[in-house]
Nanobody, 119 residues
């Protein structure tokens, strides 16, 4: 129901753009975002964006990653610049529904897309 794409192998300093589209079976989305999980680590928020355009993001990606949305298409993007080896992780798309702002009653997860930053 959440289909993510755009992961891959990139050299340090490079860029990638992730995309995630929600299927028509998901209704009342109020927030969409990206989380990541590195090997041996807990899943963490990368960035999230509400329907109204409010953004929450991790300090570690500010100034390098940009989240954007196409609300009409229920699609969220993550543009990642100046990538570092520590950005290597599986990136998961998330959609919160039946809520307001960053709060939601239910959520959906995509399967994840691997981003590897290595020379």
């Amino acid at each position: 129901q959440l289909q993510a794409s755009g992961g891959g192998l990139v050299q340090p300093g490079g860029s990638l753009r992730l995309s995630c589209a929600a299927s028509g079976s998901i209704f009342s989305i109020n927030v969409m975002g990206w989380y990541r999980q590195a090997p041996g680590e807990q899943r963490e928020l990368v960035a999230a964006m509400t329907n109204g355009g409010d953004i929450m993001s991790a300090d570690s990606v500010k100034g390098r990653f940009t989240i954007s949305r196409d609300n009409a298409k229920n699609t969220v993007y993550l543009t990642m610049n100046s990538l570092k080896p520590e950005d290597t992780a599986v990136y998961y798309c998330n959609a919160g529904v039946d809520g307001l702002g960053f709060l939601y009653k239910n959520e959906y997860w995509g399967l994840g897309t691997l981003v590897t930053v290595s020379s």
